[in-house]
């Protein structure tokens, strides 16, 4: 009985034989991939903000880096390192360039991604469009070194660093929509003029009115957050309002699933996978479900010491095949029936990958709050 009420995604691939009567998606449905696109399948890999929030320093990035050859996600398919906000100077140099915060990562971020792709892993960081970062923004971050006015700079700067991934977080209450695709669209173009393949990451959404499903950004980015920020949370009352749980997120983001595609990706946020506000079943039906969704795999535990059983949840491979396959279908709700819903994803060979997900409540005990937020709001 108790364990019809567990939260649970078993998820198969089948034949589309079996699954052609209630799959409605077709294989045609994916959206085209940009030209020169270095992510014709969803990103796989890690950042600091939610294990580390502004703390985060280049001892930790490079630990992490370890762990995830050690973990043996690196084997799985785990590429990109990313060092989200709080990794630079508050001041520019004086030629307007940006540099490393010299205490916390004194070594440089050149020599950061050297050792990144050292371990034959990629190199990611974090930047804002506006004058300030998040961090500096709404934060207690000092500085105003968002890339505003410095795209062509900024970005010159990154592909001198051997970045390969560009997180670019809006982080401001102000713009209209058009506003936010005119800017950034000028770091598009600036990562391309610097003839570095950079993955293109950018959230519209934070501390603005979420504008990420709102417009198909597909034009812009290679991938693109569809909500507010999720939190180690199952499921609250927000619809896309901060903090998201996992049930929030998938609700916003589930119909946009036509817009997914190689090089074309809705991000649902960084994974909260082994963060402690989820059981181990929340964070496999949480992790399940985000490989359906074809969704970039951003761990944001602490890999450094995460337990056997969440790294085999983040290393499981029949999951991550799901996610990786090169036709980039979204993986579709074809059935609600309430707590029970039916995600389904064509997959590249002719098969359907199939998640059976009851979002039901075990018991009122089970609601509880997140105990630990380190990649929470400033
Ligand atoms: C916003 C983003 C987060 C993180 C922080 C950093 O909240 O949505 O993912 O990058 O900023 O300050």
Not at 136 to 142: E, M, S
Not at 292 to 313: F, H, K
Request: glycine share 10%; proline share 6%.
């Amino acid at each position: 009985m108790v364990s019809l009420h567990r939260r649970l995604l078993r998820l198969l691939t089948a034949t589309a034989l079996t699954l052609t009567a209630c799959v409605t998606a077709s294989a045609g449905t994916t959206a085209e991939a940009a030209p020169g696109s270095p992510a014709l399948t969803p990103p796989l890999g890690w950042n600091s903000w939610n294990s580390f929030g502004c703390s985060i320093t280049e001892a930790q990035v490079r630990q992490a880096a370890d762990a995830m050859v050690s973990s043996g996600m690196r084997d799985a398919g785990y590429q990109y390192v990313v060092v989200d906000d709080c990794w630079f100077d508050p001041q520019r140099d004086a030629a307007g360039n940006l540099r490393a915060n010299p205490t916390k990562f004194p070594s440089g971020m050149k020599a950061l991604g050297d050792y990144i792709h050292g371990k034959g892993l990629k190199f990611g960081i974090y930047q804002a469009p506006n004058e300030k970062t998040c961090a500096q923004g709404v934060g207690t971050y000092p500085g105003s070194t968002g890339s505003k006015g410095h795209e062509r700079q900024d970005a010159a700067t990154f592909a001198s660093w051997g970045v390969d991934y560009l997180k670019y977080d809006w982080c401001s209450g102000s713009g209209t929509l058009s506003e936010q695709i005119a800017r950034f669209t000028l770091m598009r173009d600036a990562l391309r003029a610097t003839g570095r393949p950079i993955v293109y990451s950018i959230n519209p959404n934070s501390f603005h009115a979420p504008t990420g499903d709102k417009y198909d950004w597909g034009e812009v980015a290679d991938l693109w957050r569809t909500t507010e920020d999720l939190l180690d949370i199952w499921q609250n009352n927000n619809t896309n309002s901060y903090p998201m749980g996992v049930g929030n997120v998938l609700d916003v983001t589930a119909p946009l699933a036509a817009q997914s595609g190689p090089g074309n990706w809705n991000d649902p946020d960084m994974l909260v996978v082994g963060r402690p506000g989820l059981s181990l079943t929340e964070s496999r039906s949480h992790f399940a479900l985000w490989s359906l969704l074809s969704a970039p795999l951003m761990a944001g535990n602490d890999i450094r010491t995460m337990s056997a059983d969440v790294s085999a949840i983040l290393r499981n491979p029949r999951l991550l095949a799901v996610n990786q396959d090169p036709l980039g279908a979204g993986g579709r709700r074809v059935r609600d029936d309430g707590d029970t819903e039916v995600f389904a994803k064509p997959m590249s060979d002719g098969s359907v990958a199939v998640g059976l997900f009851n979002r039901g409540v075990l018991a009122p005990a089970r609601h509880r709050a997140p105990r630990h937020q380190a990649g929470q709001r400033h």
